[in-house]
C-alpha cells in the first residue's frame, strides 16, 4: 500500500475531477498525459508531486468561481518571490473544521489577533470560525508594542476569554503581560495558526492566565486546514480533517491532495515543503496523526510568514556593492525573532550600503514579512561584514543561518 486511503465519500470521483480540471490547463497537462485512470486513491501513487508553480498556472487558466457566495482569493510567502494564491468560497471551509475542533462556543469573547488585509487568509479564517461558534468576537488585527499596555487593560476589562494569533505575535503580547504583572483571570482559551507553537508561550500562558490552554490548526494558503491540535495533543502533532488526504514521501516530505468536492484549488499531490511522519498522539483519539517535522525546502517561517531565501538573497545580491549575503535569524526567548542581512560588500562599494538595501528589502517586499519589519522596524537589520558564516566543521557557507539567543 502507498499510503492513499481515505474513507470520505465520493472521495474518488473528487480526485478524477480534479485531474480532468489540470489536464485542461496546456501548460500542465504533458504532465498529467500517462495516467491513464485512477481505478482507486492508490493509482495517485503514479500522480506528479505539485508544488507552488505548478499550482498558481493552473489557476491563472482555471480562474476559480465559488459555488454559492463570494470567492475569495488569498496569498502566503511572496517575500521577496512569488506569492502562493488560494481560493476559497465564503465560509473559507470552516463548517468542517467546527464539526472536529470546538475550542469556542457562545459565551466566549474572542480576540482574533491574526493580520487584515493585504491578502492575508488568517484573520478571516478564524472570523468565519467565530461565526460558527456564535461567540462575541473582536477584531484585533496586528497591534505594535507601544499598545500593549493598553489593549492588555481591556482584555482584562472586557473579560476576554480566547485570544488568537501566531505564536510570533502571541508571544511578546503574553511575555509583555508576563513581565509587567497584569492577569488575564478570565482568559482560557489561546488559539495558534501559522507557524510552530512557541515554547516560551509555555511559560508566560500560567503566569498571565493560569486556566488557559492552546488550541492549534495546520494548513497552507493552498491546502486551507489540514488538522487540529486539542491542548491534549503535542505541540507539533495533528488530526487530520476528513477532506485532506496526506501522503508521506520520499525525504519524508508531506503531499496534500483534495477530497473537497466543490473545492476551488486544484490540490493533487501538493507539496509545501513540510516533512511529517505518522504517529499515535497521546491524547488517546483513535487512528494515526501526523507529526510536522518542519520545512525542508528553501522557505522558513518568519514570525508567522514564509520567507524564500534564494528570493531575498538574490535580490539583495544584485544591488551595486554588494559581493556577498548571508540571511541571520535569532529567535529570542522573550520576543519575536529578528532577521539580520549580513553583506559583504565589493571593493568599490559607495557608502551608505546597510541603508540602501534595507530600504530596497522593505520596497521589494510583496506582503509577507514585510509586515513584520514595518510593524517593529527593530526586527530587520542590514550589517557590513568582512566575512559570512560558515560551518567550521566542514567549511561550508549556508545562505541561511538560524540561531537561539539565550
Known amino acids: 500500500m502507498t499510503g492513499f486511503q481515505s474513507t470520505t465519500p465520493g472521495a474518488l470521483d ?4 480534479t485531474l480532468a480540471k489540470l489536464r485542461s490547463v496546456p501548460e500542465l497537462a504533458d504532465r498529467y498525459a500517462d495516467i491513464v485512470a ?5 493509482d495517485l501513487v503514479h500522480a506528479p508531486v505539485m508544488v507552488k508553480d505548478d499550482l498558481n498556472v493552473a489557476l491563472e487558466h482555471l480562474k476559480p468561481k465559488a459555488h454559492q457566495g463570494a470567492t475569495w482569493t488569498f ?45 492575508w487568509g488568517a484573520h478571516y479564517l478564524f472570523g468565519a470560525y467565530a461565526d460558527l461558534t456564535g461567540c462575541t468576537g473582536i477584531g484585533l488585527g496586528a497591534i505594535n508594542r507601544a499598545e500593549y499596555d493598553v489593549w492588555l487593560e481591556f482584555f482584562a476589562a472586557r473579560g476576554v476569554t480566547a485570544l488568537g494569533g501566531t505564536p510570533s505575535v502571541l508571544r511578546p503580547i503574553l511575555g509583555h503581560a508576563r513581565e509587567t504583572g497584569v492577569k488575564l483571570p478570565d482568559l482560557r ?11 516560551g508561550l509555555d511559560e508566560d500562558i500560567p503566569a498571565v492566565a493560569p486556566n488557559a490552554r492552546r488550541w492549534g490548526l495546520y494548513g497552507s494558503t493552498e491546502t486551507w486546514v489540514a488538522g487540529t ?34 473545492g476551488l484549488n486544484p490540490v493533487l499531490r501538493y507539496r509545501t515543503g513540510d516533512a511529517g511522519e505518522w504517529v ?28 524564500n531565501v534564494d528570493a531575498m538573497l538574490g535580490a539583495v545580491s544584485g544591488q551595486p556593492g ?30 551608505g550600503l546597510a541603508e540602501r538595501v534595507r530600504e530596497h528589502i522593505l520596497q521589494s517586499a510583496f506582503g509577507g514579512p514585510s509586515t513584520s519589519f514595518h510593524r517593529d522596524p527593530e526586527s ?9 558564516i560558515s560551518n567550521d566543521r566542514t567549511g561550508k557557507t549556508s545562505g541561511l543561518v538560524q540561531r537561539q539567543a539565550q
Open 14 to 17: 473528487t480526485v478524477r475531477a
Open 38 to 42: 485512477l481505478d482507486s486513491l492508490e
Open 75 to 119: 496569498q502566503s510567502g511572496g517575500s521577496t518571490g512569488s506569492p502562493k494564491l488560494g481560493y476559497a468560497p465564503t465560509g473559507l471551509y470552516m463548517d468542517e473544521v467546527y464539526a472536529q475542533w470546538k475550542p469556542l462556543g457562545p459565551d466566549d469573547v474572542f480576540v482574533n489577533g491574526w493580520g487584515a488585509g493585504k491578502l
Open 189 to 199: 482559551t489561546v488559539l495558534w495558526l501559522g507557524e510552530a507553537w512557541n515554547p
Open 229 to 262: 491540535n486539542t491542548p491534549d495533543c503535542p505541540a507539533d502533532t495533528w488530526h487530520l480533517l476528513p477532506s485532506q488526504l496526506v501522503h508521506v514521501g520520499e525525504n519524508q516530505l508531506l503531499d496534500f491532495t483534495s477530497l473537497k468536492p466543490h
Open 280 to 307: 499515535t498522539c497521546t491524547c488517546g483519539e483513535p487512528g494515526r496523526a501526523l507529526r510536522i517535522l518542519g520545512r525542508r525546502d528553501g522557505e522558513v517561517k518568519f514570525r508567522g510568514l514564509l520567507l
Open 322 to 351: 554588494v559581493s556577498r549575503a548571508q540571511i541571520l535569524i535569532t529567535e529570542y526567548p522573550t520576543r519575536g525573532a529578528t532577521l539580520e542581512v549580513l553583506v559583504v560588500p565589493a571593493r568599490d562599494a559607495a557608502p
Open 380 to 388: 530587520l537589520g542590514v550589517r557590513l561584514v568582512e566575512d559570512l
